[in-house]
């Protein structure tokens, strides 16, 4: 599943090739987004902006119209000079957005809808949502709060927890756990004050870092895969995450995994740098 590094990126890409221009046609798969089109037709609006919050993408067009998209599992947003030859095939496009210079395409995007401002702000699932743990306003106080009130949540299940800190995913949950060397079926309510700050300060620093701008104008969503480590090689990118019975990074103990939560998602940890028995 995309995390909010990666929407962070596409939201970036997206808003530098279509912001200020004017939508010359659109296209959808969808009907509920096709009806919309239908009452108030996209074409002839002005592209406002197009951010992310957490791993939810918005595109903000004028005459108070909102799209809201959520790619899960297997979503994708890409740009295209027009006639460009698309990278996927024309069955997996739900949205096409056309302007002059350039078509933003949503392939098998499983969460679409147009908003206007008021009908977002009660969206359900996303009137909810944490800090963006990459917003330029971010307050680590704030997200450590909220995640002090989740005493009741094992650690891993927390930081999936979009309304505690909106961003995480699967990937960061273990890298965020082991790199504050905090055994990830603790429960919250267990940790110290320093705990939860190294988490969340943890959490930014770690996104940030995937999130950097080296593309200079060009338009470029891939950067490469995600890495915690701060290593060059691509074998050595990741502290814990994918490497069940590979060899701990700093100790040599080999990685454990197992399904957490609700969810079943899967977690991995060192068992000797993030122990057990200070579980309670």
């Known amino acids: 599943m995309p995390e909010g590094d990666t929407i962070f990126r596409a939201a970036r890409t997206l808003n530098r090739a279509l912001c200020g221009e004017v939508v010359t046609g659109f296209e959808t798969q969808l009907p509920n987004l096709s009806r919309v089109d239908f009452d108030s037709p996209i074409a002839g609006r002005t ?6 919050h957490g791993k939810w993408l918005l595109m903000h067009f004028s005459g108070d119209l909102i799209l809201l998209t959520h790619m899960l599992m297997s979503g994708s947003w890409h740009i295209y000079r027009p006639r460009e030859e698309w990278q996927r095939p024309f069955s997996d496009m739900r949205i096409v957005i056309k302007t002059e210079k350039f078509w933003a395409v949503a392939f098998n995007v499983p969460i679409a809808e147009f908003h206007t401002a008021d009908t977002l702000r009660r969206r359900q699932g996303f009137r909810s949502l944490g800090q963006d743990v990459l917003a330029a306003a971010f307050d680590p106080a704030q997200s450590v709060d909220s995640l002090r009130v989740r005493g009741d949540l094992e650690l891993g299940v927390a930081l999936l927890t979009q309304s505690v800190i909106a961003g995480l995913g699967n990937v960061f949950k273990s890298e965020v756990c082991f790199a504050c060397g905090l055994n990830p079926f603790r429960k919250v309510a267990s940790l110290l004050p320093e705990d939860l700050k190294c988490l969340v300060e943890t959490a930014r620093r770690f996104l940030l870092a995937n999130t950097t701008e080296t593309s200079g104008d060009q338009m470029i969503t891939y950067t490469g895969m995600r890495r915690t480590t701060g290593r060059s090689s691509f074998e050595e990118r990741l502290w814990v995450y994918g490497r069940r019975n590979d060899p701990c990074r700093k100790c040599g103990t080999p990685i454990l995994s197992r399904k957490q939560g609700s969810d079943a998602r899967i ?10 028995a200070s579980t309670l």
């Open 47 to 52: 592209i406002e902006k197009v951010e992310s």
């Open 267 to 276: 977690t991995f940890w060192c068992p000797q740098c993030q122990p057990a």
